[in-house]
């Protein structure tokens, strides 16, 4: 997926920055990767015109391009290195270095990777446009990757999901969940996979991203028969193995072949699956992949124990325990570059101690100690990158910090209040007001026919609607009111000090709002109207979770009387009241 995945991105993100006259170019992109010679015919004819600046620029990035799908990273770094990149525009440098970035991983030179990040991570602050952004973030995730750092990948990953949302890029969206899945995977977290798949393959769909697609099925399936073993699962991951190009998306193709193998052993087939350990530990090494050569090696020494093989058990347990410590020590020594790019942060300790080595490696500790002046020699000779890096270190680590907030506290797609957080600021309020004698008053709604919205007019749609209503909704409330998502299409508006009167009234402010927001750009068919309950605290109703159930029971009130009105737990009082007030 690697070599594929990445290109992709590039190709959708660096159209956005391209002109008409450089349409032509772009059609450079559509050619047959697997005919070379026609390929090379191409791009040289192109290469004898006169080209602008920009157009030259992007003739590198087409050549680097179909390097990247034969595999030729030397060929690619030479032809992206015999251009000054420094003297281009940021959105050109962040593409360049990208793909710097990418290539120096795959050929395992992280030090060079790490210095063209640190690049990328120099001109991010500079960077406004989502597509950019969302592409450095790509580059430095690529880096972690390289290091078996899945979970900071993964949180990556995130950041550059909440740039899609934010920007309602579906291309952005696409590739930031495919890569959210891909870390998921790594990380064995299951669930996740199967509760976020269908946003992955709606937003891939959106763009037409079949490759993508294809390449994140089998990760899917594999995770959905981990958790409900099924026939018809397993049916469908033999054919996609039959089916899917090892050199296009080695990663995938290990993780396939290693499952159906587990499922052979496990369904007494010994032969077929140490035809495919043997298959997934012969190609990994070819691709220099301890992690799935040591998974491919422990295959083949069970089914030699199964067999009564004792002389092949010990043979591939020797080889094991070999690649074990040559996958420790290639761990060692990137994080070992990795760390001296920011040992002079002490400040960063506990957070650098996170994206250290596993327990299991840490044993060679006394190693890493005994080499402390190859590390000072690295890093004297690394010192402009070490504070490149730093920058980056600090700076990711500042937005994660203000990313993990963020999620606690906001709900992700809509920017109200998360509903942990809402209810627990409004029992704080709540307190407060019973304390000084004030009232305090909830109102909740619910939008009409919201499912009706997304089948007919498809989630993007939804999701604008919900960003929608709450940026009207905040436009419509006091300063010292707050609003949250419950979650669904169902909100809650608190409204510390406030009587029943006026929290109807700002219900029915708020009511007439979301009737009025223009929606004639999407459709004419579409409607937005909201039914809302309200409630106060009482005698009876003293507590957050009593005012909910009221305000919940006056909600479903509202839908019964025909959706788009107002319910209280005092029944509707007169208009004349709510107008008086």
């Known amino acids: 997926m690697k070599v594929r995945f990445v290109t992709t991105i590039l190709i959708v993100f660096l159209s956005h ?25 191409e791009l040289e004819l192109f290469e004898k015109r006169k080209l602008s600046l920009s157009e030259k620029q992007k003739l590198i990035f087409a050549k680097s391009y179909y390097l990247s799908l034969w595999g030729d990273f030397k060929g690619r770094i030479k032809l992206l290195n015999s251009y000054e990149w420094d003297k281009a525009e940021d959105n ?24 063209y990040t640190s690049k990328v991570t120099e001109i991010l602050p500079n960077i406004n446009e989502p597509k950019l952004k969302s592409l450095a973030y ?8 390289s290091l078996y750092m899945f979970e900071e990948s993964y949180l990556l990953s995130e950041m550059i999901i909440q740039e899609g949302y934010e920007s309602r890029s579906s291309e952005i969206l696409c590739y930031g969940t495919s890569r959210a899945i891909k870390n998921l995977f790594r990380l064995k977290r299951f669930p996740e996979i199967i509760k976020n798949k269908s946003a992955a393959i709606r937003y891939c769909g959106e763009i037409n991203d079949r490759f993508i697609i294809e390449l994140i099925t089998p990760l899917i399936q594999i995770s959905n028969n981990k958790l409900n073993s099924d026939f018809d699962g397993i049916a469908r991951l ?9 050199s296009s998306s080695p990663r995938e193709f290990f993780e396939l072949e290693l499952f159906l193998a587990e499922y052979y052993l496990q369904t007494d087939n010994i032969e077929r699956a140490y035809n495919l350990y043997q298959s997934a530990y012969s190609r990994s090494s070819d691709k220099g992949d301890y992690q799935f050569m040591i998974d491919g090696l422990d295959g083949l020494f069970k089914v030699s124990l199964i067999t009564g093989d004792s002389e092949a058990a010990l043979y591939y347990a020797k080889i094991l325990i070999d690649n074990q410590k040559e996958f420790e020590r290639e761990l060692v020594e990137k994080s070992r570059l990795f ?30 100690l005994n080499s402390q002046k190859k590390v000072f020699r690295v890093a004297v000779f690394s010192a402009f990158a070490g504070i490149l890096i730093l920058t980056l270190v600090i700076y990711l680590l500042v937005r994660q910090k203000i990313r993990m907030k963020k999620s606690l506290d906001t709900d992700f797609l809509t920017g109200a209040i998360s509903r942990s957080s809402v209810l627990s600021l409004a029992r704080k309020k709540l307190k407060a007001c019973k304390e000084n004698g004030e009232n305090f008053s909830i109102v909740t709604f619910d939008l009409d026919n919201f ?13 604008w609607v919900l960003l929608t209503v709450i940026k009207t909704i905040k436009l419509n409330i006091r300063e010292n009111d707050f609003v949250g998502r419950l979650g669904g299409e169902e909100f809650i508006i608190c409204l510390p000090n406030s009587e029943l009167s006026q929290a109807l009234v700002l219900a029915e402010r708020c ?34 979770n009593k005012l909910l159930v009221e305000s919940d029971r006056c909600l479903y009130a509202a839908k019964s009387k025909g959706r788009n009105c107002i319910s209280s737990n005092y029944g509707e009082l007169e208009k004349a009241r709510i107008t008086a007030v």
């Open 339 to 368: 760390n001296s790019h920011k040992i002079r942060a002490k400040e960063l300790e506990h957070q650098i101690s996170k994206l250290s080595l596993s327990n299991e490696n840490l044993i060679l500790e006394r190693e890493v």
């Open 451 to 463: 499912k009706s919205i997304n089948d007919r007019f498809g989630h993007s749609v939804g999701d």
């Open 238 to 246: 033999i054919s996609m193995y039959d089916n899917l190009e090892v």
């Open 92 to 115: 050109i440098k962040v593409g360049a270095y990208y793909q710097l970035t990418e290539s120096y991983v795959n050929l395992g030179n992280l030090e060079k990777a790490l210095y």
């Open 138 to 145: 790509h580059s430095i995730a690529d880096v972690y990757e």
């Open 511 to 544: 009511r007439e709002a979301l009737e009025k927001i223009n929606t004639k750009d999407i459709s004419s068919m579409l409607v937005i109207t909201a039914s809302f309950g309200v409630s106060e605290i009482n005698g009876e109703v003293d507590s957050l």
């Open 17 to 41: 920055f391209s002109s008409a006259n450089d349409l032509s170019l772009d059609s450079l992109y559509s050619l047959d990767y697997r005919d070379k010679s026609k390929v090379k015919r």
